[in-house]
């Protein structure tokens, strides 16, 4: 079955986890690393990188 909506699971983990790792370091910059804006930020990059590893045993979310 030939699906032209498919998305490459790993490659967008990867980049949306590149982007909350950007977004995490503006944040901890404008509001401090103990900031409620930097911990949710960190949670959340944290739970997709959580689902990376377990996608992608070899770290292949790029």
């Known amino acids: ?3 032209n909506n498919s998305y490459n699971i790993p490659s967008e983990l990867g980049i949306h986890i590149e982007f909350l790792k950007k977004s995490l370091v503006k944040v901890v910059q ?3 690393v103990n900031s409620k804006e930097a911990l949710t930020l960190s ?3 944290d739970q997709y ?3 990376c590893q377990r996608c992608c045993p070899k770290g292949k979310c790029n």
Do not use: H, R, W
Request: glycine residues 8%.
């Open 30 to 32: 404008q509001y401090g």
């Open 49 to 51: 990188i959580i689902l």
């Open 43 to 45: 949670q959340e990059l």
């Open 1 to 3: 079955m030939n699906n």
